[in-house]
């Protein structure tokens, strides 16, 4: 068996320890149940690519470790009631594209460093605070195609990178606690993006033109902030 597809069910309980045995496992989707119990009940088998099991109230931690899986692609697990930090060990992961934590009570800072392969990071409606660093934005340029850190409490100003993220094509850091200015070169240095998000903030500057530069933009979103001057667009 290389998938098993069993979301949108009304399936209870904790997962059982059966998947343990399929050892040929690839793709494992159960979201949208009401399975519970801690979130390593998860049959984590070395052949993973693919694992969806949002919208459950899977519980605990992430602190086990994730860095044996060396085919693991997506990991979905937004919606459920998941605390404490991000294990560096899943960052670290090799072939991981794709991380969707949305939705729990994630703690502590961003911290991807060596995470060079994610194309997409859904870490919106969690509990992350700190600093946002431009070196670990830049760490994550080559790759990144969509990240979402909003509804957070993060902290200080939008990251003045040095680096061009010639893929990302979404940028979201609305409703946090961030300060200071849109920084010029912002719109510059994300030449594919279709979505800036930024509102409910606390932001001071003037709104840069840069922002309005690239070529496939669809929408910008600066709502409640304290932004002045005047509005000028191409």
């Known amino acids: 068996l290389n998938m098993f597809c069993g979301q949108d069910n009304n399936l209870k309980g904790i997962i059982g320890t059966e998947f343990g045995r399929l050892q040929h496992l690839r793709k494992l989707y159960l979201a949208s149940n009401e399975f519970k119990g801690g979130v390593e009940a998860v049959p984590w088998l070395s052949s993973l690519k693919r694992v969806n099991v949002e919208n ?4 605990g931690t992430l602190s086990f470790d994730l860095g044996k899986l060396k ?52 870490l919106y409606d969690n509990m992350l605070t700190g600093e946002l660093l431009p070196s670990v934005l830049c760490s994550i340029s080559d790759t990144l195609v969509d990240l ?31 300060t200071g200015p849109i920084h010029d070169a912002l719109g510059n240095k994300m030449p594919r993006m279709r979505e800036l998000h930024l ?26 902030n304290e932004l002045t001057g005047s509005l000028t667009a191409d």
């Open 56 to 59: 459950n109230q899977l519980s």
């Open 71 to 122: 085919h693991l692609e997506e990991v979905r697990m937004g919606q459920n009631k998941l605390h404490g930090t991000i294990p560096s060990s899943l960052l670290r992961s090799p072939t991981l594209t794709k991380l969707d934590l949305h939705g729990n009570d994630i703690s502590g800072g961003l911290d991807v460093h060596e995470a060079s392969t994610l194309e997409y990071l859904y």
């Open 148 to 178: 979402r850190l909003n509804n957070n409490s993060f902290i200080g100003s939008i990251p003045n990178i040095d680096c061009t993220m010639e893929r990302l094509e979404l940028f979201s850091l609305a409703q946090n606690e961030l």
């Open 199 to 224: 509102y409910e903030n606390k932001l001071l500057s003037t709104i840069p033109e840069s922002i309005f530069r690239p070529k496939n933009l669809t929408a910008v979103l600066l709502g409640n």
